[in-house]
C-alpha cells in the first residue's frame, strides 16, 4: 500500500532556512569586509616614503587632493577630494595599499612659488611619467576596494531586507535595529545578528528599544567606536589601526 505523506509548505521551508543562512551568512560577509576594507584603508606616510616608492617603481596610481570623502555610510570606499593644488597627496602600491602624506604642492596662481625640481610639480611630473591616475583600470588596490564596497552593500541589504520585510525583532522595533545597524564598521549590523538571530530571547521583549533610542544608542556608541579607534591608532599605530 502507497503511503503518501503530506509536504511541508514551501513557505515554511523558507522560514526556517532563512534565518538559517543569514545567521552564518552575514558574519561570514562582514569578515571578508573587514579584511578587505582593513588593507586598502589609507595609512597616513611621509614625503621619504613616497620618494622611495617612487624611485623604486612602486607607485601605481596617484592623485592630488585635500583630504578623504566623508561619506557616513560604514561600507563606503575610501576616496581622496580631488585638488589640483591640494596639499595631500595619494598613492597605491603594487600590494594593494594606499598611502597617503602632506607635501608641498605645485606652484600655481594662488600658491605663488618656484617649485624645486625634486617636489612641487617636478613630483609631480614625475609621477605622472611613471603611474596612472587615481581611477586607472587594473590597479589593485581599487579592484580590493571595489570588492569591499559590494561586500559591505550586499551585507547591508541583507540585513535591510530581513529587517523589514522578515519577522519583527525581539529585542527592539524596527526603527530602533535601523538606527544602531548605522554605527562605524558595521558593528550595529552584528549587534542585531546577535541579538535577533544568534542569541533571541524566547519571546518579544515586553519594554522594546524604540527609534528614539536606537537613535541615543547611534549617537553615543558611534563616539565611543570613535574613540576606542583613536586610542587604538595612538598606541598601536597607523600600520594596524589605519585611518
Not at 7 to 32: E, F, H, K, N
Not at 51 to 73: E, I, K, M, S
Not at 97 to 104: G, H, I, P, Q
Not at 107 to 136: F, I, K, Q
Amino acid at each position: 500500500m502507497l503511503e503518501v505523506f503530506p509536504s511541508r509548505p514551501l513557505g515554511g521551508r523558507w522560514r526556517g532556512v532563512v534565518p538559517a543562512t543569514l545567521r552564518w551568512g552575514l558574519p561570514l560577509l562582514w569578515v571578508l569586509w573587514a579584511a578587505l576594507a582593513w588593507w586598502v584603508e589609507p595609512r597616513e606616510s611621509t614625503e621619504a616614503q613616497l620618494d622611495r616608492d617612487l624611485a623604486t617603481g612602486q607607485v601605481v596610481t596617484f592623485q592630488r587632493a585635500y583630504g578623504w570623502n566623508d561619506d557616513p555610510y560604514w561600507g563606503s570606499r575610501p576616496e581622496p577630494q580631488y585638488a589640483t593644488n591640494g596639499a595631500m597627496l595619494a598613492w597605491t602600491v603594487p600590494n594593494g595599499r594606499t598611502r597617503y602624506a602632506f607635501v608641498e604642492p605645485p606652484a600655481s596662481d594662488s600658491y605663488p612659488v618656484e617649485p624645486d625640481p625634486t617636489v612641487g610639480a617636478g613630483r609631480d611630473a614625475r609621477l605622472a611619467a611613471v603611474a596612472g591616475p587615481w581611477h586607472a583600470d587594473g590597479a589593485l588596490t581599487h579592484r580590493i576596494a571595489d570588492a569591499a564596497a559590494l561586500l559591505a552593500g550586499v551585507l547591508t541589504l541583507l540585513w535591510l531586507g530581513r529587517l523589514i520585510g522578515g519577522a519583527p525583532p525581539l529585542i527592539g522595533t524596527r526603527w530602533f535595529w535601523f538606527w544602531v545597524g548605522l554605527l562605524p564598521f558595521g558593528v550595529g549590523v552584528l549587534a542585531w545578528s546577535y541579538r535577533e538571530l544568534w542569541r533571541p530571547p524566547s519571546a518579544s521583549v515586553p519594554d522594546r528599544g524604540s527609534g528614539w533610542r536606537g537613535f541615543g544608542w547611534l549617537v553615543l556608541a558611534g563616539v565611543g567606536i570613535a574613540i576606542l579607534v583613536s586610542a587604538a591608532r595612538a598606541l598601536l599605530g597607523v600600520t594596524v589601526v589605519p585611518g
